[in-house]
């Protein structure tokens, strides 16, 4: 994630993240989900749950999964990989990632997700899950 | 569990081609008549009809007794109560069969209709057998068979009490029933004998030195026992009422009541005027397949005289409704003997007995081990060679019995000593063979439950028991299920894992200890130590609860524990269906003045909240988003409300009733006690959520037993039921104390919670936590009340802390900008609402 594409924004300074637990931000009228790992890493991923269609994806409890950073959902505790947005426990359901960097202190995120989350990850902005 | 597939409801047209089957009798051997051939009979070849002669359906008579521990008759209800609705069963409650024609076919109720049959069976059981004491008959003389009798007995010593007596209750028979009824006249507070004509207590079942061990275990409660003892008369008061018992050689023993418990005979009746063949000492005569000396007339349970004997135990009677099903259905079963096994919790001495207890068997040896101090007498019956085990006698520790039972007739592979030394000196590892009975109640052998868990996908204890019935009459047969099953798991390469998840290898109560021993305070510090990786929505919030039960005084948003929250427990309120959240001020016993629930109307009016009442006798306000959480708790804080924990696992609400201030049967203040418990335990956390509820009197207006601790006020104190709940599994909450001050009260439920929360397992209600501890509720309560583990200092101090060190946690946050600053919509856009959160109203609610 080293290329951020045009138009980026910057959305908070890092040490608003709190380690471990997520918050939303919105990228325009897109919601996003981003979240500050233990080791320091930060995601950012849409903030639409698929399963219940709610916004609610900030609010799970980051974890991990064999070496995977995780965040379940709050809702019906689905696991999603934090990097590629792939739901662990159903691996047909995708949340859009978008690219993000910590610049100068400034969480930086790409205000369109990246190529293969954009395909499909736009198309669900506004809806429910939806398998591949 | 996997549900029992219900077999197909039958169509009228295959009941009218249906042989009809009449049986007499409504008692446990019917309803196992009943259920084996509806199980089996999936074409409806045959209909059923049964009289039963009480106005109730079957019910578990072993279980009798728990009638008085505070239990409903419902729950001694047997199997699944659908099997009377089934079309092919018509129970007829309350009718009592007064003829059998074997000519005509047909039966005679006492309302004088007629009813035919194509096969009659004849369950009719047993009366008690009161022996010729003088004045049996008195009042003040009952016997111990059914849940009128037991009723009856209950109210008759209720109400001598109530007269402010001492009642002096003096049980005939020493046997079985007769020390169940001496620990319901116990337990209902009466001054207890028991007195025996045979040299021993359980004369059928134990030997001498199983006897007297028992009846030094059973004084050590205050019931005295008196052996070798000839009751005479009863005799009277002046009104007629029974005032003592006359026994040869003695003086008289005093007695207010008297329960007879000298054995049953059985209800040959309609045998004997029909012509049937009977036994010398009573019976219908039935052969090897339960066939009566009359054609199409069977004999099943304490009627039937089979092998020159009738029986008087649920077994055999079970494996007699067993075989008739079989046959009516054209199999070939035939009676195998009967297992006379017993084991027994009598007064809350364990007792048993199996197979050839009394070494007769030709060269039989015995090895005794026997401790009069720890009240322990154990025997083994050997065969001459001493390798097979023939039978035994267990008193005072019983918990061999269900490795040992199974073993009958068979080599016991071991040195037979090391399963009499005392609990946990010796594990021995049997290894059952197949065909070795496990259940002898639902005759279930151990290849039957191998093959469950084996062929049928049962992957534990629950789910085997529903699919095979093992242990769902007497239970006695559970810990050895247990080993099956999780020995065949293992095998099948299943690992019984008792882990939290894939970061902890420890269970929550291990975790509970480590956590607790190790001094560890936060999660990177314990998952370091004793787990692995980053942990996930299953062991943190796990460690969240645990570090709030051992460091109460931190707050749940306080450094890395805000991490471990749930979002419920992390926004402090409860996440609805689109991600909004409700929020529910504590009410503390329902108890709220017009001031408060002005206040509550008002904020939710000005923040287009929906509003609920709950179940908990409080307010729900739903449709909260979570940037508005602080604004209305300002508004609820600023008007003395507090957070009322409705988001987490922790104490919820304790429901109450109005109690004496206002009730005209209240015999105590429930509300008063309500508030007590709650500000007492408001902010407990716990591995599942919990409720109270108070009750002011025996009307139970605040359902309390439906909670995890339910109070019942008495005319002395408090009765202290625990293990309550409501939801998918409903259960009742069971006796623990009874009467109790307020300090006894609080300081047992103090334990009790504490004692849960340490040793719980994650999302584990109390019911299930009680029924899963080795020992159960009787263990509980020794840990409670008796200290029988010694940590109740413990316990005690722990909860002293929690008491000690609670605040507000909603006040706390009001006060920290740092832990307000979560409560935003977007990083970026603290107060912007989430755009796809829109309501319409209706039913003029938002």
Redesign the interface.
């Known amino acids: 994630m080293s290329v951020i594409a045009v138009g980026s ?1 910057t ?2 300074a890092y040490d ?6 997520g ?4 990228l325009g ?1 897109v ?1 996003i989900a ?1 979240f500050r ?2 080791a320091g890493e930060v995601f950012a991923i849409g903030n639409q749950d698929p399963f ?5 994806m900030s ?8 070496e995977v ?2 965040v ?1 959902s ?2 019906f ?1 689905q ?1 999603f990989d934090l990097r590629t947005g792939v739901c662990l426990d159903d691996p047909e359901v995708v949340l859009p990632v978008y690219p993000v960097e910590v610049i100068e202190g400034q969480v930086v995120v790409a205000a369109l997700s990246d190529g293969l989350a954009r395909a499909d990850g736009s198309a669900r902005a506004d809806g429910l899950a939806r398998t591949r | 569990t996997e549900p029992v597939p219900s077999s197909r409801r039958a169509t009228m047209a295959e009941l009218r081609r249906a042989r009809h089957v009449v049986v007499v009798g409504g008692g446990m051997v019917a309803h196992r008549l009943v259920e084996a051939l509806r199980q089996r009979d999936t074409g409806t070849s045959h209909r059923i009809t049964v009289f039963a002669e009480e106005p109730r359906l079957p019910y578990d008579r072993v279980a009798l007794t728990s009638y008085f521990s505070g239990r409903d008759p419902q729950d001694l209800s047997l199997g699944d109560p659908d099997l009377w609705n089934d079309p092919a069963v018509n129970l007829r409650k309350g009718v009592q069969v007064t003829a059998i024609d074997t000519t005509a076919k047909t039966v005679t109720t006492a309302r004088g209709e007629q009813v035919a049959y194509d096969e009659l069976v004849l369950a009719t059981g047993s009366s008690a057998f009161i022996p010729p004491v003088k004045n049996n008959d008195a009042q003040g003389c009952f016997v111990y068979r059914t849940i009128d009798d037991v009723a009856a007995l209950r109210v008759y010593v209720e109400r001598l009490k109530s007269e402010g007596k001492q009642v002096n209750g003096v049980v005939v028979g020493g046997g079985l029933l007769g020390l169940e009824a001496a620990g319901a006249l116990r337990a209902l507070g009466a001054a207890t004998k028991v007195v025996e004509f045979a040299p021993r207590l359980m004369p059928l079942q134990v030997d001498e030195g199983g006897g007297s061990a028992l009846a030094r275990l059973i004084e050590g409660l205050d019931v005295d026992v008196l052996t070798a003892t000839q009751c005479q008369r009863v005799k009277l008061t002046s009104q007629g009422a029974a005032r003592a018992m006359a026994v040869a050689d003695g003086p008289d023993l005093p007695a207010d009541v008297v329960v007879f418990a000298t054995g049953v005979r059985p209800r040959d009746d309609l045998g004997r005027a029909a012509g049937l063949q009977l036994g010398e000492r009573g019976g219908v005569v039935v052969d090897e397949a339960c066939r009566t000396s009359v054609p199409g007339v069977w004999a099943i349970g304490e009627v039937a005289c089979i092998e020159g004997r009738v029986w008087g135990l649920i077994a055999p009677g079970y494996t007699m409704a067993e075989i008739v099903a079989d046959r009516l259905l054209g199999g070939e079963a035939t009676f195998p003997g009967a297992d006379t096994s017993t084991k027994l919790k009598l007064l809350g001495v364990d007792v048993a007995s199996f197979g050839d207890a009394f070494g007769a068997t030709e060269g039989a040896l015995d090895i005794v081990y026997a401790d009069p101090v720890a009240g322990v007498y154990k025997k083994l019956v050997l065969s001459d060679d001493a390798r097979t085990l023939l039978g035994g006698i267990l008193v005072g520790d019983a918990s061999a019995y269900s490795g040992l039972r199974p073993m009958v007739g068979r080599e016991l592979g071991a040195d037979p000593a090391a399963f009499l030394l005392p609990e946990g000196a010796a594990p021995v590892q049997l290894e059952l063979p197949d065909d070795a009975p496990v259940c002898s109640c639902n005759n279930v052998s151990a290849g039957t439950i191998r093959c469950a868990v084996r062929d049928e996908g049962c992957a534990d204890v629950k789910s085997v028991c529903g699919r095979t019935k093992a242990g769902s009459s007497c239970g006695s047969c559970l810990p050895i299920v247990k080993n099956l099953v999780n020995a065949e798991l293992t095998k099948a390469g299943v690992e019984v894992s008792k882990a939290l998840c894939e970061h902890f290898t420890l269970s929550r109560a291990e975790l509970f200890d480590v956590v607790r021993v190790t001094g560890l305070r936060t999660f990177s510090e314990i998952v370091e130590r004793h787990g692995s990786g980053r942990g996930c929505d299953i062991c943190k919030p796990v460690v969240g609860s645990i570090l709030a039960s051992l460091d109460p005084a931190g707050h749940v948003l306080e450094g890395e524990r805000a991490a471990l929250q749930d979002t419920n427990d992390h926004v402090m309120a409860n996440l609805q269906k689109d991600g909004t959240y409700s929020v529910v001020p504590r009410i503390p016993g329902g108890e709220i003045t017009p001031d408060g629930l002005i206040t509550i109307g008002e904020v939710a009016r000005d923040f287009g909240l929906y509003t609920k009442i709950t179940g908990g006798q409080r307010v729900d306000l739903f449709g909260a988003r979570i940037e508005q959480l602080p604004a209305i708790w300002k508004r609820l804080v600023d008007a003395g409300f507090e957070s009322g924990h409705a988001y987490g696992k922790a104490l919820r609400t304790v429901k109450s009733c109005v109690g004496s201030t206002w009730c005209r049967y209240g015999v105590q203040d429930s509300v008063g006690m309500a508030i007590a418990l709650e500000l007492r335990y408001r902010g407990l956390r716990s591995p599942h959520k919990l409720k109270l509820g108070v009750s002011g009197c025996a009307r139970e207006c605040a359902e309390a037993r439906g909670k995890d601790v339910g109070v019942i006020a008495t005319e002395k104190g408090w009765n202290l039921y625990v293990g309550g709940n409501g939801g998918m599994t409903p259960r009742h909450a069971e006796l623990l104390a009874s009467d109790l001050t307020d300090e006894e009260l609080f300081r047992a439920v103090d334990r009790f919670l504490m004692y849960y929360i340490r040793t719980g397992d994650r999302l584990q209600r109390t019911s299930v936590w009680i029924r899963e501890l080795e020992g159960g509720l009787d263990h509980v309560r020794d840990v409670v009340l008796n200290d029988s583990l010694g940590i109740a200092a413990d316990l005690d101090a722990a909860m002293a802390l929690h008491v000690d060190s609670y605040v507000d946690e909603w006040q706390a946050t009001l006060n920290d900008p740092a832990k307000l600053a979560r409560f935003v919509s977007f990083v970026n856009a603290p107060d912007q609402p989430d755009a796809d959160l829109r309501y319409v109203v209706e039913r003029n609610q938002p």
């Open positions: 924004t959305v908070c608003v993240l709190l380690p471990e637990r918050a939303a931000a919105l009228d919601q981003l790992t233990h219940s269609g709610a916004n609610v609010r799970g409890i980051v974890g991990s999964r064999g950073p995780t379940a709050p809702m505790k696991v």
